[in-house]
């Protein structure tokens, strides 16, 4: 077996592109086998554009301006972000496999468009197995579960809630649908009873569990021939009614009112939650924050509590979203234990709704549990292999846990470490995807298509979309796989650097500046403050963090920041779990301030997506190299204040 | 200035792959170029991959599977879709421009993520230039308007009647808002009277005009504080509150229900229409189909009729989705008159409402009436430096008239001949995106940013999103103007290279088959159908038409296509007012038939998007190639058939 500590080097381009030969004959030697297909094609049709053609002047001035132009974009692309070097330490972005820019690029020349095998019979397929190989690293069986890659994370999000909302109301249409079949559709409840569903309540069809509902679905299908069901149920789906038709329809045939359904997400859920919700027309009132605790984490008591008062209100909940590596912290949410609460809330409150993980960041870090044959890997052996208490025995579990996710979005733009754009949705139960379906006539399927992957387009809330994305992810994943020989290997390299950094902050010698940590990330950001003795109130605080940034950021104009970071600002309620334990080391300001319309607390954010950070020199020693440039920001910082 | 007669030839690879050498040129210089961009970054920091790690047996074996598996999947992508070859007539695909693929490779070795400024300075620069060149060309003022790119039509689709939505209730939002001050706000009706949000009705105040209702916005701003009328907005808000509340105060405000709003699209709307409704929970039984005439343009008489009707049963319309550039066909709505339409349903029905363009398809063919200042061409001049009877004065009308439209979306990856993915939606008055902003903690801007473009992801759907892709679209625009230097050529010969191959359809011997043909394109997609004497009902001839489809697809299972089309169906009652002529040239199968459970018309489709056609041999003739192949595949489906 290649051994991952030097198989690494090989991985990357390099910060000092260090590889360039490689990317360079891999990208020519894709480059002209796409030529020679084309010259393979019907070559009997001769040449469309001719040595003479070549020859004329205005061929020559175009090419002229293609390359003047192109030196333009080059000399403009200067000024970009440099994300390969170790002194990056801001956005969730390092640079790409070489497999993954070789693939893309190989790809791109053809240009395929994965919304339908059609227009890409081949990477519509590496797409499938893409989706397929993430679905069984984080524990879903592939064959029932469903998956396909998206432009990102928000996109993926959106068709998460998208169908968790038409699973949650699938219960009313399948009813209503029965009714005119005059059919009675069995349903099992969330303590485990059956009953039909034409004798539940409001609140309780609203509050059956994904998969039951699915399995009424699949009931109702025996009541006639499957295109008149297929047709009926249709008409009676929120999708074709709307919102305000299909509230009309629920309050006439329940008299009874309920509260508007509400999707729990963790506190640290990432912004597009909010677009999504409004988006929707859920409503973003309807999104409700589940406090996190000092780690960030979903704290599963006050989602208990939240479920409690919830069932008490009679609130449905069409779907909680637990994070996976969130985007500030890089926190993992207990999902087993937020999946024990949801089983207990099953039968002591007789509430159950879809659960989604958002592991858009996370998702990749479920490879570190994987050894080569597929197994998962315990704790104290990955901890054992990598030399840190890292992960812990619960992290594993939660990782574990995604498992039993009702859908997983994962990108792998991010700790997948391909280029944009490429995010992943996956969902555990593929009979739902038919819940969103529309086939429009020019790309009906011509022969059979039983399993319904000939036309991704269908199922989705994109259309055209590039084929170039999954051949990028598909050889990324050839050359560094799902375990711990590939990405488990790259990622618990970026965990150990983060370590090594959150240590080094912790003990750094910064003069008269003092560091607030928070607690070791669950993966690979490291989250502080600096404070002073100069700084007495929490708005002098979050000025001396704020100045930092703009210090090490690419917003100062004086001078290339040294290292990049970015910062956040931790609000209440969302961290009110988590601000105590930092106000109380920093002794300045109080919870009030803090929670005051002048408040809020900023947090400086390291992303250690570099795997050369876990190495001690004679490579560049950038923990120290931080350490050294945050002293420099922070006295400047300080300066400019005066 | 360089003639584009010559310049086409440099534009492409070709078919043939003639100018490989220049883009092998351009894409080495692109990677050597970012290569020693990382050596100057830092060089003290020194070498992270020594020369001795290189030599590694585990970076070896990690080469070397790196290799192994790019040529795997060099192999595989042989099977891909010969887009590049004139004997392509499928999608809408043909090869991108060389710009358009060098652009994509250069920036895809930054990776710039267009989410916002701090993660691409350039590419997002980029971007909004790219949006305010397409704003010119279909004649917004660019500083009053927005756009940006999105990953495709379906999402700039997405946003538009997202935002339509947005402002569609916002009169009722900033109405009680205004309440909450204690403040009047007039408002500006569709007849031209002016008079206090607070004394209109219900269907009034659902019929301002976009404009109208950003104007009273913009009025109650004075009423306080920017923050605090901001937030007292965004609570009155159908984004905040969700559709079922937010039906709820209407309903508690105005007693006398109105009917859901409904939205009216184009009978040859995309099927993605169907996809944006349903999740935007307005619901798929709003969404209205406009009937289209014999050249499958939206019917301007049924479209007041529609109107007509909708105001009696006073159902507001939210928007009325006009199209440029069918999928199916390339026909380009009378958009002149659909305007019209609106004025006049604005005086004398009392209903106003938001106008969309889809231009997906279409959008590029604006450039044809654009000189190289930028201004206006006549139709006669045009079709004088074409040679043909394109396009109309009546064309160019209704192109003019995408200046009038609220919003717009255009695909560059579709008539732009780049690469996936690029969308691009436009809106005519930049203050509508502020409707659906939301603005995450660690992305917020650092310094002023009163334009609002440092952070692109605060006003769009998605968030990470490819900057190769703006990058790719800049350095085409750069090289193909959008005007008659550049993208107006190219676009002029495909639809000369499309009369062609109408014209050799509808005069070709194609023995005891006969064809019959829809109207000449109104940019470059050709629809026709087949039928034979043993054709004698409806049935039979779309047999015969579905086999021959399966024949010139790859589909395909004994060999080869010799030429490559798509296929679609003509349904009731979408195209009753295209298929009539059809069925009388048939002299087969009768209305009723077509109309019934086992109707609909197949159609045949050949997408010209092929510069290449319009010229006559001796470049590779595959107008008579086509025509040739046509009728083979002809025979052998009746063959099949027996």
């Known amino acids: 077996m290649t051994d991952p500590r030097d198989a690494l080097r090989a991985w990357f381009l390099g910060p000092r592109a260090e590889n360039a030969d490689l990317l360079e004959r891999l990208v020519t030697e894709a480059l002209r086998d796409h030529v020679f297909w084309r010259r393979n094609f019907h070559p009997e049709d001769g040449f469309t554009i001719s040595e003479r053609d070549r020859r004329a002047p205005g061929f020559d001035e175009a090419v002229a301006t293609l390359t003047q132009e192109l030196l333009g974009l080059l000399a403009e692309l200067k000024r970009d972000v440099p994300f390969f070097s170790g002194r990056y330490k801001g956005h969730m972005v390092f640079e790409q496999t070489i497999a993954s820019q070789v693939g893309y690029f190989a790809a791109m020349l053809y240009n395929p468009n994965n919304v339908a095998l059609e227009a890409a019979p081949v990477t519509t397929r590496l797409e499938l197995e893409v989706a397929h190989q993430l679905a069984g690293m984080i524990g879903y069986d592939p064959e029932g579960g469903w998956g396909h890659l998206t432009g990102g994370g928000t996109i993926a999000n959106f068709e998460a809630l998208w169908i968790a909302r038409n699973v949650a109301y699938l219960p009313l249409a399948v009813r209503w649908a ?39 679905w699949q009931r109702l299908r025996a009541a006639g021939p499957p295109d008149v069901v297929a047709r009926t149920l249709a008409g009676h789906t929120l999708g074709a009614a709307g919102y305000q038709e299909y509230s009309r329809r629920i309050a006439a045939a329940f008299p009874d009112p309920l509260p508007d359904s509400v999707v ?67 926190a993992v949410d207990r999902l087993d234990q937020v999946l024990e609460v949801r089983a207990r809330a099953a039968v002591e409150l007789g509430l159950a709704f879809h659960v989604h993980s958002d592991a858009c960041y996370g998702g990749y870090a479920a490879s570190v549990t994987r050894d080569a ?104 994943h050839k050359v560094l796989p ?57 708005g002098q605080v979050n000025e001396l963090n704020e100045g930092i940034y703009r210090m090490m950021s690419l917003h100062r104009a004086d001078a290339a920041p040294e290292y990049i970071i970015t910062r956040t600002r931790f609000e209440s309620p969302q961290y009110d779990g988590a601000v105590p ?8 300001g109080s919870l009030d301030e803090w929670r005051g319309p002048e408040g809020g607390l900023v947090v400086l954010r390291a992303t250690v997506m570099d795997p050369f950070m876990a190495a001690p020199p004679p490579v560049p020693d950038h923990v120290a190299g931080f350490v050294g440039a945050l002293r420099r920001a922070a006295v400047e910082a300080m300066q400019g204040e005066k």
């Open 264 to 330: 729990l997400v963790a506190a640290t859920a990432h912004y597009s939650w909010e677009k999504v919700v409004r988006a929707l027309g859920i409503g973003g009132d309807q999104l409700r924050h589940v406090p996190v605790d000092a780690h960030c984490r979903m704290d599963p008591d006050a989602l208990w509590e939240s479920l409690v008062a919830l069932a008490r209100s009679r609130t449905p909940v069409m779907a909680l979203v637990s994070v996976c590596g969130s985007t500030e912290e890089s």
């Open 581 to 588: 334990p930092l106000l109380e080391q920093l002794a300045v």
């Open 178 to 216: 029965a009714a005119d079949f005059g059919v009675e559709v069995p349903v099992r409840l969330p303590g485990g009873d059956v009953a039909p569903l034409a004798a539940l309540d409001l609140h309780t069809l609203l509050n059956l569990h994904p998969s039951d509902a699915l399995d009424a």
């Open 373 to 476: 044959a597929g197994a998962r890997r315990e704790g104290a052996a990955i901890r054992r292999d990598l030399g840190v208490p890292w992960p812990t025995d619960e992290w594993v579990a939660a990782i574990t846990a995604l498992g039993g996710a009702d859908s997983v979005t994962i990108d792998p733009h991010k700790l997948g470490y391909v280029p944009y754009p490429a995010g992943a949705f996956l969902c555990r139960d593929r009979r739902a995807r038919e819940l969103v379906a529309v086939t429009p006539p020019y790309l009906a399927p011509a022969g059979n298509d039983p399993t319904g992957d000939e036309f991704l387009g269908r199922f989705i809330l994109e259309g055209s979309k590039p084929g170039a994305a999954a051949a990028a992810v598909w050889l990324s």
């Open 482 to 538: 799902l375990d711990e020989r590939g990405y488990g290997y790259l990622i618990g390299q970026t965990a150990i650097g983060a370590r090594r950094l959150h240590a080094a902050l912790a003990a750094a010698d910064l003069g008269s500046f003092r560091a607030i940590l928070l607690p070791e990330p669950d993966i690979n950001i490291v989250c502080w403050l600096l404070t002073h003795p100069r700084c007495t109130t929490l």
